[in-house]
C-alpha cells in the first residue's frame, strides 16, 4: 500500500523563505495527483520534501502508514523522475536504467528482468544497446521513465519531467505517462505549471498559490465550481472572464455590470447564493468565454479582435461599460470579423461569483458545511439534534478544548449515503440537485441545520451501486435522489472537524494519553520527594503522606524550557527551571492557538501529551525538558 498522508506540512528555507504553508493531503493508494500552479508556488518544494531530498520544517508525512520525516531518501520506496533527466552518455540504454539496481546490489538475473521489462512496458526493447546520443528527446524521456520503473517503486514522483520536450511530443508522452499509471497500478504525484497536463492527466488535481493549497478536486469540479478567483483564471484557456458588478433582487436574483447591461440566474441558481447579505453589493461576476453565445438580442458588443482555430473561434469584443474584453468562445464562424457588431447571451446556469475582497466563491458547491454546535454531556448537539460523540472521538479532546467547541465542519466531499462506523446520521429532504461533470451536488434541508447542508458524490457511486448485487447495498439509494425525496445521510465522525469560535481547529489527530505514571512520594528535610521513573522532582512541602502513588499530569499544566544551545541559536530566552524532566518526542499537533506534543518521558508507560506554545515545535527540537509544577500534575493514593 502507498497510500500518502500529509499533515501541516510547512517549509521554511533558511532566510525565512516560507515555501510552502500548512499542507494537507491525503492521497490514495494508486492515485494519480497532480500539484500544479505558477513558478514559485511551492510544487516542487513538496514533492521533494516526500521523496526527503527537502527537510521538512514542521508537520507529519506518512507513505503506507509509517511516518517517514526522518527516514532517509533511500528508504522511503519512491523513485523520482525529474526534468532534467541526465543520462550517461558513455552508458547503452540497458546499463542506464539497470545503473541504480547495480548501485544497490541487486543481483544481475533480476536487473535484467527487470530492465527488459520496464523496456517492454515503454515500448523501447529495440533501443536497450544504443547510446543516449542516438535517442529522440521523447526516446531519452522514456529511459529516464525506465530507470524509475526498474527500481519497483511504491509511489512515483514526477517533476515537470515533460517541460524539455517539444509541443506535439508532450502531448504524446502525457498520453503514454497516464497509460503507464494504469499499467503499473502505483501512485503517481505529478509536478506541473502547466494547466492542460493538469486537467489531462490527473484524478484529482492540488492547485497551489503561493505556498498554500488553493483546491483539491477532479479536473472537472475544479473547472466548473472553481472555489476563488485564482483557481477560476488558472484552469481553462481562454481565461476565465471577470468583471466587477451589482448582485440585485429585482423579482429574480441578476447582475448589472458596465453600462446598465444586465443578466438573470435560473431560479435553482439563485438558491446557490451563500448569503443573501450580497444582494445590493459589490461582487465579481465570472463566466467562461464557451459560456457565452452569439444571439438575436442580448448584450450588445464590438468586435475588437477574432483568432479563427479552425475548430473554434475566439472572439475579443468590447462592451460599453466594461475596460476588458469580453472574451467568447464559439464554434468556428468566418462570418466574424473586426468591428462587426453582435449581441451576447451568458449562460447563466454556468456564471460564478465571488466575494470582491476575499475573491472566494460565493455562489456554487460549497467545499465544506460549517454547522453551529455545542457538546454536552458527551453529545454534538446541532440544533437541538443530539448525538452520541463516540469514544474514538472523545479520546482525541482536551476537556479544556472540548468546552469551546462552537462549530464543526463537515467536507462536501466527505457525505455517505451508506452508514460506516461511528458517523452522525442525518435524515434529509432533498431541495435541489446540480449535476456536474463528475460528481452530483445535493442542496437538502434537514432538522441539524439551518440552511442547506451542501454535499457531492461521484456518478460513479450510482453506477456501482446499480451494479451491485440485490441486499448488499444496505437500503442506500441506487438511482440519484431527485428534489423532494427524502434520503439518510451518514458522516463519520473521524472525517469532521471541530472549531472554536475564531476557527481554530479543536480535536487532535492523536489520541489524547492519561499522562498517569507510579511514582513513591517520601519527605526529605522537610521537602516532598517524588520519584517517577528515572526522575527525581523535589518540592517545598506538598503536605503529602509518603507512599506509593499515581501521578497524572494535566495537559495544560505541564510548562517547559529551551535547550540553553536551541534557545542561544534561535535567540529566545533560556530560564532555567527547577523539576525539568528529559522528554522525546514522538510528534505534534496544533491544536486551537497551541501545540499539543507527543512525547515519551521515563516513568510513564503511554505517552505524555502535554499542551505547549505553538511556537515550540518538535521538528525544531526533539528532545526537550518538561517542567512538573506543583500544580502540573495531582497525585492519586494507591
Ligand atoms: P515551484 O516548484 O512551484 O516552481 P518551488 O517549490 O521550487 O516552486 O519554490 C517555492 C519557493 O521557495 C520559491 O519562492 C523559491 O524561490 C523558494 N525556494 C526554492 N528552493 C529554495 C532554496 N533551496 N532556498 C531558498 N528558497 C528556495
Known sequence: MADLLLENIYKVYEGGVRAVSDFNLKIADKEFVVFVGPSGCG??????????????????????????????????NIAMVFQNYALYPHMTVFQNMAFGLKLRKVNSKEIEKRVNNAAQILGITDLLARK?????????????????????????????????????????????????????????????????????????????????????????????????????TFLGSPQMNIYEANLLEIGSLGISFGENHTAKFSKTKAKQ??????????????????????????????????????SETI???????????????????????????LYLAFDMDKAHLFDVVTQQSIMGVPDVNRVPCT???????????????????????FDFTLRDVSEIRIPATEVRLDPTPDCIHIKAKVDFTVQGNDCIAFYVNSDAKDGYFVFRIKTSYFEKKA?????????????????????????????????????????????????TADCVVKTEKGKTVIKVGKNKLVYDDLGVEDGAYTMKLISDKIGFVYDKKYAKKNKVEYVPADNAVKAKAYDEDKIGDKNAVFCAVSGFENYVTAVLPAAFSVYKMPVFKLVFNKDSFVLIKK
Open 273 to 310: 447564493l451563500s448569503d443573501k447579505q450580497y444582494i445590493g453589493q459589490k461582487v465579481l461576476f465570472g463566466i467562461r468565454p464557451e459560456n457565452i453565445k452569439l444571439a438575436a438580442s442580448g448584450i450588445k458588443a464590438t468586435v475588437d479582435v477574432v483568432e479563427h482555430l479552425g
Open 467 to 515: 451494479a451491485l448485487d440485490e441486499g448488499s447495498d444496505k437500503g442506500a439509494p441506487e438511482v440519484i435522489p431527485t428534489a423532494g425525496e427524502e434520503i439518510d445521510l451518514y458522516v463519520p465522525f473521524k472525517e469532521i472537524t471541530f472549531n472554536s469560535a475564531v476557527g481554530l481547529r479543536l480535536n487532535s489527530r492523536e489520541k489524547i494519553s492519561d499522562n
Open 132 to 232: 543516449p546520443k542516438a535517442l529522440s528527446g521523447g526516446q531519452r524521456q522514456r529511459v529516464a521513465l525506465g530507470r524509475a520503473i526498474v527500481r519497483e517503486p511504491n509511489v512515483f514522483l514526477l517533476d515537470e519531467p515533460l517541460s524539455n520536450l517539444d509541443a506535439k511530443l508532450r502531448v504524446q508522452m502525457r498520453a503514454e505517462i497516464t497509460k503507464l499509471h494504469k499499467r503499473l497500478a502505483t501512485t503517481f504525484i505529478y509536478v506541473t505549471h502547466d494547466q492542460t497536463e493538469a486537467m489531462t492527466m490527473g484524478d484529482r488535481i492540488v492547485v497551489m498559490k503561493d505556498g498554500f493549497i488553493q483546491q483539491v478536486d477532479s479536473p472537472a469540479t475544479l473547472y466548473e465550481q472553481p472555489r476563488n478567483v485564482f483557481v477560476a
Open 43 to 76: 510544487k516542487s518544494t513538496t514533492l521533494r520534501m516526500i521523496a526527503g531530498l527537502e527537510e521538512i520544517t514542521a508537520g507529519s508525512l506518512y507513505i503506507g502508514g509509517s511516518k517517514m520525516n526522518d527516514v532517509e531518501p533511500k528508504d522511503r
Open 375 to 397: 457538546i454536552e454531556n458527551n453529545e454534538l448537539v446541532l440544533n437541538g439534534t443530539r448525538f452520541d460523540l463516540p469514544e474514538s472521538i472523545r479520546e482525541k479532546f
Open 315 to 341: 472572439i475579443y469584443a468590447s462592451v460599453s461599460g466594461l475596460e476588458k474584453n469580453v472574451i467568447v468562445k464559439i464554434p468556428t464562424d468566418y462570418d466574424i470579423v473586426e468591428g462587426k457588431e
